[in-house]
């Protein structure tokens, strides 16, 4: 008996999805609850498992966009394990053995080696070969879903429209340029700075925080808190506990605007932006307000290991009520953070440099941090965005005021 493998429902709102890449090839014998394949949404990485026993036919190869519901490949569990598994181990392309690296590269695309034609030694498969395969794929898989019904004509196809840019302007292209489809996630990305750039009144105001008293006290705390704990102690925490009282004093940056309507919220639910290689996300901590300093460190690092590994769901990068964006880990000075719509606030941190300060009357290098709060200024006014920003500072500088205890 067949069992399709079909693309999973991501979301309310998702009609299609992309293959990222399948874990297992085509005719290799499957388990149920091993992972087949990774589907790319334009909010995060889901993995399919296998619900059933057999071998594995791929139908639709890496790359290709998908509707949810769609059948991807079947499980045979008729056909024989042994067989398919000898198959997968003596995968050949043109007669030549498969390298570890090219098997791992083509299963994840989903391309049977022996289709492709080797140009290494011996006829070996290349990872070259591999990559020059899957470009050449999705480039029909292109042109095959623009071109018409009617395409068949003699008059020649007409050219591949030029990319759009700011303004309405078109880029006609050059021969040296490489072409590659933005991934969903990356689309959505656009999508939203966009629109928070066009529907929200963005304003930023600038503060610097003295970081001495938090490194200070990490330096002396960070051993026992990870011997109690199990977890380091980082900045994140300190900062995230800031922001919670700067919330509670000035509750109209956690609110937000909803057509006409002001929605208020007395919880406080904090994305924290991460950078991955597929983009940036900005998964949930959820009700920081009522966590203390190892919660708040152990919810981030999950979060963050989710993000990295692909497996963050849609849950954990719904809601937020305020935004944290760390800039400071890539080294950023200072910087102008986007809303993460439909929040109101958004706090940026930055790198810490030495810096001479004037302290009661004398010169001192201190370790220093600008801090950026952009916001939406029509629900926020300067004053409050102000009150807001300095209340995140003396917490930051006083930390005694964030309830911190090993």
């Known amino acids: 008996m067949k069992h399709d493998v079909k693309a999973p429902a991501v979301g309310e709102s998702i009609t299609e999805v992309r293959i990222a890449g399948w874990k297992k090839r085509s005719g290799e014998a499957v388990k149920p609850g091993e992972v087949l394949i ?44 042994t067989v398919a598994g000898a198959a997968s181990a003596a995968a050949k392309g043109n007669g030549a053995p498969v390298s570890p690296a090219v098997r791992k590269m ?47 004509s003699s008059a020649p196809s007409p ?7 700011a303004g309405g302007a078109t880029y006609a292209g050059d021969p040296r340029d490489k072409r590659v489809p933005m991934t969903l996630l990356r689309q959505r990305i656009a999508e ?37 704990h199990g977890v380091g102690l980082g900045f994140m925490s300190f900062f995230t506990r800031a922001v919670v009282e700067a919330l509670k004093a000035v509750p109209t940056v956690n609110a937000m605007i909803d057509g006409k309507d002001a929605i208020y919220r007395d919880y406080f639910d904090i994305g924290v932006a991460v950078g991955t290689e597929r983009g940036l996300v900005v998964p949930v ?50 910087s102008t953070p986007i809303l993460n719509p439909p929040q109101s606030g958004i706090l940026g941190m930055h790198k810490i440099q030495d810096r001479p300060m004037a302290v009661n009357g004398a010169v001192l290098v201190r370790p220093m941090m600008y801090l950026a709060l952009s916001y939406d200024h029509r629900m926020i006014d300067g ?24």
């Open 106 to 152: 083509t299963s994840e695309q989903g391309i049977d080696p022996a289709s492709i034609r080797g140009t290494g030694k011996g006829g070996r498969v290349t990872k070259g070969d591999v990559i020059d395969r899957a470009e050449s794929g999705a480039k029909s898989a292109a042109q095959a879903t623009t071109a018409p019904a009617s395409s068949v």
């Open 38 to 81: 990774e589907i790319e949404s334009d909010k995060a990485t889901v993995e399919v498992a296998a619900d059933s026993p057999g071998v594995l036919t791929i139908q639709r190869p890496a790359g290709e966009m998908v509707k949810i519901g769609e059948v991807l490949g079947f499980i045979d569990d008729a056909a024989s394990a």
């Open 159 to 165: 050219a591949a429209p030029p990319l759009s840019r």
């Open 383 to 406: 004053k409050e965005a102000v009150t807001f920003l300095v209340k995140v500072k003396e917490g930051i500088e006083d930390p005694a005021k964030l309830g911190f205890t090993v």
């Open 192 to 228: 939203r700075l966009v629109q928070a750039q066009r529907t929200a009144a963005i304003l930023t105001t600038f503060n610097e925080c003295d970081m001495g008293a938090v490194m200070e006290l990490r330096a002396k705390h960070k051993e026992t808190f990870k011997a109690k």
């Open 285 to 334: 901590l959820r009700d920081a307000g009522a966590m203390g300093f190892p919660e708040i460190e152990k919810g981030i690092l999950a979060l963050a290991e989710k993000a990295k590994t692909g497996k963050l769901s849609m849950q954990d990068l719904s809601g937020g009520t305020f935004t944290i964006s760390n800039g400071g880990t890539y080294g950023s000075l200072l």
